[in-house]
Every structure is written in C-alpha cells, then in structure tokens.
C-alpha cells in the first residue's frame, strides 16, 4: 500500500497548545481522525487571529476555503493529552497556500497535516487573489524564521 509522506517545509511559524477532549475519542479509545482536522482547524483559526484577523472568512474582504488535506498519522492521542500545533507555511501562489501542521506530544510526533487553502470571495463564489497584508504578514514571518 502507498502511504502519504508529507516533509514539513523549512520551521514553524506559529504554535499552540490544545487539550484532546472526551469528544475527541474514537471507538478505538484514542484520538479520531476527524478530530485531528478538527485539531488543524483550531490551530489555523488561532494563528490568522494571531495574525490579527478575527475569522478566516474575513481577511481583508476576502475569505479562505480548504481546497485539499492530507495527514501522515504518527502515533496515538488520548483523552487529556495536550497536543503542541505547529504550523508551516508551504508552497504559495497569488491565490493559495500550503499550511502544514505537526501535532505532537512530549514523546512524540501524532501525525502530520497539510491543508491546501484558497483565497474565496463567498460573494462571488469564486478563487481570489491573496489579500498584500496577509502576504507581507506570510513573507515577514517567514524571513523571521529562517
């Protein structure tokens, strides 16, 4: 069977912390997979409010829309663990962005993620150019994380 392999690009941009809730659990008495998105998701959120933006449907008129994901899962999550969310700032075009995520644990990595985001005007339903402030905002963290 052919497996993801996603490699994280260059270093973290951003960071958070997030606690695995009882909501959080699967069947299999461990962290989901949809909640690991639902984990990404959070993390993203945070970091364009990081960035000085209040949600991701209002960057400068414009919002965001998820064109693609992917995870590479790594090891286990459990209730109460807390997660550290790193973001990574990948590929970007005048129109999108490549955002990868490693969740881990002190004892290690739980998966990696990327989520492929498009700039969306919902009024016009359709793909936007990239806002100059996010892009100057993008540009200056990464030179700072060289």
Request: aromatic fraction near 10%; hydrophobic fraction near 35%; charged fraction near 20%.
């Given at each position: 069977?052919?497996?993801?392999?996603?490699?994280?690009?260059?270093?973290?941009?951003?960071?958070?912390?997030?606690?695995?809730?009882?909501?959080?659990?699967?069947?299999?008495?461990?962290?989901?997979?949809?909640?690991?998105?639902?984990?990404?998701?959070?993390?993203?959120?945070?970091?364009y409010?990081?960035?000085g933006?209040?949600?991701?449907?209002?960057?400068?008129?414009?919002?965001t829309?998820q064109a693609?994901?992917a995870?590479?899962?790594?090891?286990?999550?459990?209730?109460?663990?807390?997660?550290?969310?790193?973001?990574?700032?990948?590929?970007?075009?005048?129109?999108?962005?490549d955002?990868?995520?490693?969740?881990?644990k002190?004892?290690g990595?739980?998966?990696?993620?990327?989520?492929?985001?498009?700039?969306?005007?919902?009024?016009?339903?359709?793909?936007?150019?990239m806002?100059?402030?996010i892009?100057?905002?993008?540009e200056?963290?990464?030179?700072?994380n060289?």
């Open positions: 069977m052919a497996r993801i392999k996603l490699t994280l690009p260059g270093n973290s941009v951003f960071q958070t912390k997030l606690s695995v809730r009882i909501s959080d659990i699967n069947y299999g008495n461990h962290l989901g997979n949809d909640s690991v998105i639902s984990l990404m998701h959070e993390a993203r959120f945070q970091f409010k990081h960035l933006y209040t949600d991701e449907l209002n960057i400068d008129g414009v919002g829309i693609d994901t995870i590479q899962y790594k090891g286990e999550g459990f209730h109460g663990d807390e997660i550290t969310v790193e973001l990574f700032i990948g590929d970007r075009t005048p129109k999108s962005m955002i990868f995520y490693r969740l881990s002190p004892d990595d739980v998966a990696i993620g990327k989520t492929g985001i498009a700039f969306y005007n919902y009024q016009t339903q359709k793909i936007s150019l806002p100059e402030s892009s100057a905002k993008l200056s963290l990464l030179a700072a060289q």
